[in-house]
């Protein structure tokens, strides 16, 4: 009984394993090709690319713009200029220059008169009798007043003059009218009249910066002048209420503020390399020269 149990156990067995193998797909007719198996490092085995948000501009990406917040403030004025109260070209050239460029050579001629430093530029005598009177052309509307420049003669002297005054409309553009004494150092006197070449200069030798008051001045209208500066002033302002605004500039070389704008309060003045001198404390006192602690570098 027992082996007639087993034998009959055996042979169902069997039977169910054959139906199993009938009953199961044929994988080689059916499946198709096997994937291939990816290689380590090939582009089928890396994660498939995302796209990815732009990335922050750096402090030192040049072509992010700052927002205002984060502007540096500026600092307020004071009568002696920090290093945020003076701004100058980074290339070293004259960017506010109008008709003088320094580096550049003119050509004309050179008279002489007798000069005593004072003239259309409304500067005070003075004992400095290295003095000349720019041509009209190149006075430029008082642009001039004030600038040193170097002059040579063909012989090979040289001297470096203080623009004081303006020569009359016979003077030809490149002319300088000389003090006698100046002259006297290119030539002798008797010459007259030389050929010359001179360009602009930025002396080692200048004092400080000094402001005066016109006549007349109140807080009604007044009139400014820069002098005793090294380089030619470009273009000065003063501190309003709603901000710095510049003053137009007269052939007599004041800066006007017609309606008191500003008049005795901080001033501002650029020269033609853009470093700007912010000065307090010049007092409302007309034809009074006052002096500062500030002049512009040299270049």
């Known amino acids: 009984m027992r082996r007639r149990w087993l034998f009959i156990s055996a042979a169902a067995a069997v039977i169910v394993a054959s139906l199993i193998v009938v009953l199961l797909p044929d994988r080689d007719a ?3 090709p096997a994937p291939a ?21 750096r402090p030192t990406d040049t072509s992010a713009k700052p927002s205002a917040e984060e502007a540096p403030p500026k600092a307020a004025a004071s009568a002696k200029p920090s290093a945020t109260q003076t701004s100058r070209s980074a290339s070293g050239t004259a960017p506010l220059a109008d008709r003088i460029r320094p580096g550049a050579t003119y050509r004309g001629v050179a008279t002489f008169y007798d000069s005593d430093g ?45 623009i004081t005054n303006e020569c009359p409309g016979e003077c030809a553009p490149g002319q300088i009218d000389l003090s006698a004494e100046a002259f006297a150092k290119l030539a002798a006197p008797s010459a007259g009249r030389i050929p010359i070449a001179w360009q602009l200069v930025s002396p080692s030798s200048a004092g400080t910066l000094s402001i005066r008051y016109k006549t007349g001045s109140s807080r009604y209208w007044c009139g400014i002048q820069a002098m005793g ?23 007599y070389n004041y800066f006007i503020s017609e309606d008191g704008s500003g008049c005795g309060g901080a001033i501002r003045v650029t020269d033609i390399f853009g470093e700007q001198l912010t000065v307090t404390g ?3 006192r007309p034809d009074a020269v006052q002096a500062t602690r500030v002049q512009f570098a040299i270049h």
Not at 129 to 143: I, Q
């Open 30 to 32: 059916d499946a198709g």
């Open 37 to 57: 198996t990816p290689v380590a490092g090939s582009r089928a085995n890396r994660p498939p690319a995302t796209a990815s948000p732009p990335a922050t501009p």
């Open 118 to 162: 004072s003239g259309a530029c409304l500067y005070d005598p003075s004992s400095d009798v290295l003095t000349g009177a720019m041509n009209h052309t190149d006075y430029e509307s008082a642009k001039a007043c004030g600038a040193y420049v170097l002059v040579r003669a063909d012989n090979g002297a040289a001297i470096t003059v203080r």
């Open 229 to 251: 500066h090294r380089n030619p002033v470009a273009r000065l302002e003063v501190r309003t209420s709603g901000g710095w605004r510049q003053l137009p500039r007269t052939e």
């Open 282 to 284: 010049i007092a409302l």
